[in-house]
């Protein structure tokens, strides 16, 4: 009932730049948080950065100073900038959603499809 599309992923060399976004539509009756989880080959996927509402975010240590996550609260639009990208940024990145969709419910948790994101040169 609610669907995450995310956009924005592709090659780029060390030190570049790229701008993921993801745009949750359908039963939203309020979004309590949004995050970006990647996973890399072999490994298991881990949270890159998060942010509530209110707009409080945290990172995981490696991407500090590096990405910005953002949210835009009347459209619903999550975004990870990312700059001087390292090849283990490597991974594929997922939108997360932690939503309510009803005036009285419970929260549920929804994921992106996920975008590839490859740093080589």
């Known amino acids: 009932q609610v669907q995450l599309v995310e956009s924005g992923g592709g090659l780029v060399q060390p030190g570049g730049s790229l701008r993921l976004s993801c745009v949750a539509s359908g039963s939203i009756f309020r979004i309590y948080g949004m995050g970006w989880y990647r996973q890399a080959p072999g490994k298991q996927r881990e949270l890159v950065a998060s942010?509530?509402?209110?707009?409080?975010?945290n990172y995981e240590d490696s991407v500090k100073g590096r990405f910005t996550i953002s949210m835009d609260n009347a459209k619903n639009t999550l975004t990870l900038q990312m700059n001087s990208l390292k090849p283990e940024d490597t991974a594929v990145y997922y939108c997360?959603?932690?939503?309510?969709?009803?005036?009285?419910?419970?929260?549920?948790?929804?994921w992106g499809q996920g975008t590839q994101v490859t740093v080589s040169s």
């Open positions: 942010i509530t509402a209110t707009g409080n975010s």
């Open positions: 997360n959603c932690n939503v309510q969709t009803a005036v009285v419910g419970p929260r549920y948790q929804y």
